[in-house]
């Protein structure tokens, strides 16, 4: 590719990424919408249409990292970190 086009490149880059952030705004903001919509029905589940639409609370557990480092100290917690490659795409202007 030339200069020429993969500025193009990046620039409709740019666009799409845009419009997909301000499409994911959107969506978010409908999300909220229905999730008003029930709590204002005091419900968790409700049927519209063929759908089913859940706003329900979840429980799940997460390993305390701050709290493992601060009773069993740094070198216990280093002892059992593990190093990760990837590789990462920028581009900035």
């Known amino acids: 590719m030339t200069q020429i086009t993969l500025t ?7 666009d799409l990424e845009a419009m997909i952030e301000e499409l994911k705004n959107e969506a ?9 919509e029930m709590t204002a029905r005091d419900v968790e589940e409700m049927i519209v249409g063929d759908y089913i639409v859940r ?24 002892s059992y970190q593990k ?11």
């Open 8 to 14: 193009h490149r990046i620039e409709e880059l740019n």
């Open 28 to 36: 978010e903001a409908i999300k909220d919408q229905i999730k008003d």
């Open 55 to 78: 706003w329900i609370d979840v429980l799940s557990s997460r390993f305390d990292t701050k709290r493992f480092k601060e009773e069993m100290g740094e070198t216990l917690y280093r």
């Open 83 to 93: 190093e990760v490659s990837s590789k990462r795409f920028t581009i900035t202007h």
